[in-house]
């Protein structure tokens, strides 16, 4: 019995070890707030030029954003966007942050 129980206990804390916390601890108000920040990045007049060329900087930038609103990384945030995508208001955010993208890389566009 004693065996069994610390078995158990063992397998607990390799699964709580491996569990991605980034993503599992986060829901709609994380993602929620990953998309405002993301937004106001976007829509910075220095994104274009930082995203382009300064890409080590703006992926800094990025997973800061992304830790700030709950995530282990920008990659994790998305990840968990994905899954909200159908919600009107990340939808929303998402439609806007794209926009924002398009129309400041319209300038560079040949």
């Known amino acids: 019995m004693k065996r069994r129980a610390g078995i158990l206990a063992a397998w607990a804390l ?3 070890v491996a569990a991605p916390t980034g993503a599992l601890a986060s829901g709609k108000p994380e993602v929620v707030a990953f998309y405002q920040a993301y937004l106001g990045m976007v829509s910075a007049s220095d994104y ?3 995203s382009r060329d300064q890409p080590k ?3 800094a930038k990025f997973d800061a954003a992304a830790q700030n609103a709950g995530f282990e990384d920008a990659a994790a945030a998305l990840a968990t966007g ?8 990340v939808a929303a955010l998402r439609k806007a942050v794209e926009d924002k993208i398009l129309e400041q890389y319209k300038p560079y566009q040949e």
């Open 14 to 16: 390799c699964l709580a």
């Open 48 to 50: 274009v030029t930082l």
């Open 57 to 59: 900087t703006w992926d």
């Open 82 to 89: 994905d899954a909200y995508a159908a919600d009107s208001d």
